[in-house]
């Protein structure tokens, strides 16, 4: 009987083969591996098919990242927002994954979870990484913005989408959250609306403070008079939505609509108007903004803006791809401004469902 062959031992599947592994089978070097790997000039061709053919045996898949790292060109793109629930940031940062895809980057998401302390957290990690850019939407409670300086002191492009700071000097991409304010309230006005109070979020955010001015600015430009007992502030939750309502219903003199400055609040203050036996849009027209799914759901249907979460992502890649394209020569700051659309739907057609 023939003699079995000798088996070769081979690593375990789930172990990944690296470099040392095929330059210890072969008593090389890892430059040799290295360059035997590239095709570099500097290996005879018997030498570069022993290579080839043992990591073709062996399976072995080069580590990108690990090569980008060493040569300080990382593919990487660090992307930070608040929260990944609802439609807005999934959505916004599906746009950011597919346009970076396309240019060849890589995306890993952090959620600061609307906290400072670990939106600081999330920027040393995806320093640590060494990421070619940093995107990122800030939290609810960041008020200081120091963190962000050492991302730019290290050269790193910085954009900031939706959610940015009160500073002409930063790259960003943001809806036009002040025209998305005004439409929705000048859509209530149209509809004969005259009593109409809003949720208004943290005023430190650059969104909600620009979605409260066009409230204001169209009360203005109707002749109707800016009443802060109609403003509630609120970190814009379901919950704080329904309170906001039970308390604006309980006045002498209650609205006649609400325009919220996001969707979950305006969700609450449905159910609340329900739950007190009134009628939407009869007895109070309601209208929100970020056009979440539920918002096509409920009965009624609730009107919103649309904030183009995707093309938001997408525009918020380009901006980066641009400032890497330019460094070293002269780049100006800049904001990428996009356009809200109103999508009106039954909860706020007041004059066509009045009593």
């Known amino acids: 009987m023939a003699p079995r062959a000798k088996q070769e031992q081979l690593p375990p599947p789930t172990t990944p083969v690296s470099m040392a592994d095929?330059?210890?089978?072969?008593?090389?070097?890892?430059?040799?591996?290295?360059?035997?790997?590239?095709?570099?000039?500097?290996?005879?061709?018997?030498?570069?098919?022993?290579?080839?053919?043992?990591?073709?045996?062996?399976?072995?898949?080069?580590?990108h990242l690990a090569a980008a790292l060493r040569k300080g060109k990382s593919k990487l793109l660090g992307v930070i927002v608040p929260y990944i629930e609802g439609r807005f940031f999934p959505s916004v940062v599906h746009g950011i994954e597919s346009a970076a895809s396309k240019a060849g980057f890589s995306v890993i998401i952090c959620q600061s979870n609307e906290d400072a302390a670990h939106?600081?957290?999330?920027?040393?990690?995806?320093?640590?990484?060494?990421?070619?850019?940093?995107?990122?939407?800030?939290?609810?409670t960041t008020n200081d913005f120091r963190h962000f300086e050492k991302v730019r002191k290290r050269g790193i492009p910085l954009?900031?989408?939706?959610?940015?700071?009160?500073?002409?000097?930063?790259?960003?991409?943001?809806?036009?959250?002040?025209?998305?304010?005004?439409?929705?309230?000048?859509?209530?006005?149209?509809?004969?609306?005259?009593?109409?109070?809003h949720f208004a979020g943290l005023q430190h955010l650059n969104i909600y403070r620009n979605r409260r001015q066009g409230y204001l600015d169209a009360l203005h430009d109707a002749g109707l008079p800016q009443d802060e007992?109609?403003?509630?502030?609120?970190?814009m939750t379901m919950e704080e939505g329904a309170d906001a309502m039970r308390r604006l219903l309980?006045?002498?003199?209650?609205?006649?609509?609400?325009?919220?400055?996001?969707?979950?609040s305006v969700l609450g203050a449905l159910q609340e108007v329900k739950r007190q036996g009134l009628r939407v849009p009869q007895d109070i027209a309601l209208a929100g903004f970020s056009n979440e799914a539920f918002t096509s759901i409920t009965e009624p249907m609730l009107t919103s803006v649309d904030q183009r979460c995707e093309e938001m992502g997408q525009a918020t890649v380009r901006l980066f791809l641009e400032l890497i394209d330019s460094a070293g020569g002269a780049y100006t700051q800049r904001q990428v401004v996009l356009q809200p659309e109103?999508?009106?739907?039954?909860s706020s057609l007041h004059g066509a469902n009045s009593k």
């Open 22 to 63: 095929l330059a210890r089978e072969l008593g090389v070097s890892m430059t040799t591996i290295s360059r035997a790997l590239s095709d570099h000039h500097s290996i005879g061709p018997a030498t570069k098919q022993k290579v080839q053919k043992l990591a073709k045996k062996l399976n072995y898949q080069p580590n």
């Open 119 to 140: 939106e600081r957290k999330n920027i040393e990690t995806l320093l640590s990484a060494q990421v070619a850019g940093i995107l990122v939407s800030v939290a609810r």
């Open 159 to 197: 954009v900031f989408f939706d959610r940015t700071m009160d500073n002409d000097a930063v790259n960003s991409v943001v809806l036009n959250d002040w025209k998305g304010g005004y439409q929705s309230t000048k859509h209530l006005i149209d509809q004969g609306c005259r009593r109409i109070a």
């Open 229 to 235: 007992e109609l403003i509630v502030y609120s970190d």
């Open 250 to 264: 309980a006045l002498p003199n209650p609205p006649d609509a609400v325009f919220s400055a996001g969707d979950s």
């Open 342 to 346: 109103l999508f009106v739907r039954e």
